[in-house]
């Protein structure tokens, strides 16, 4: 399968190293490299990720890294990342929304 990231995952990987490098550069840098990395589990094993139980929808699924959830959608032979949010945030549908 190929992994794509959605222009709006990126954005939230831009936030997340913006807000973490104000205290640390080097943990901002670690947590993205975690991040990008769970890429490379879910395009082995796409369903390794659990349903997001918002949704409920078995396509759109996640894994978890740290604090941080990675939503992905499998669509053919594509798993799109969706979002990069932190746990304690409240997943809304505005959180997915991107033009691919």
């Known amino acids: 399968m190929n992994v794509e990231w959605t222009a709006n995952a990126i954005r939230h990987l831009n936030g997340i190293y913006d807000y973490i490098s104000k205290d640390s550069e080097f943990y901002a840098r670690r947590m993205i490299d975690r991040l990008t990395s769970r890429s490379i589990q879910i395009q082995e094993q796409a369903l390794s990720g ?19 959830r990675l ?30």
């Open 71 to 100: 939503i992905y959608q499998a669509s053919g032979s594509t798993l799109f990342v969706l979002a990069v949010i932190h746990g304690a945030r409240t997943l809304t549908t505005e959180l997915l929304e991107d033009q691919r």
């Open 50 to 68: 659990e349903v997001v139980p918002e949704f409920g929808d078995a396509t759109i699924r996640e894994v978890i890294e740290g604090p941080y």
